[in-house]
């Protein structure tokens, strides 16, 4: 299961490679995220720029993808 070393976050991650919307007022940092469950179980992605085949290719290599943590933006991932 995915776990941030740096904040200890298991739960929410992103894609750093995923391309993001295009630039709004504020816009998203990442183009694609996921919410894990405590057993380290993908619940849902959301897409912010990212296609459905990205999503999809992230949800097949969730190891490689989700690199980044969304609580403290750090990329200290271990799986
Ligand atoms: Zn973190």
């Given amino acids: 299961m995915p776990r941030c070393k740096i904040c200890g976050n298991?739960?929410?991650f992103a894609c750093s490679f995923a391309p993001t919307a295009?630039?709004?007022a504020n816009p998203q940092p990442y183009g694609?995220?996921?919410?894990?469950?405590?057993?380290?179980?993908l619940l849902d992605m959301?897409?912010?720029?990212?296609?459905?085949?990205?999503?999809?290719a992230a949800f097949e290599n969730q190891s490689n993808c989700f690199d980044i943590c969304t609580n403290c933006g750090g990329n200290d991932i271990v799986w």
């Fill in 32 to 41: 694609l995220a996921a919410n894990f469950d405590n057993q380290g179980t």
């Fill in 10 to 12: 298991k739960r929410n």
């Fill in 22 to 24: 295009a630039p709004t």
């Fill in 46 to 56: 959301e897409c912010m720029g990212a296609s459905l085949d990205d999503a999809q």
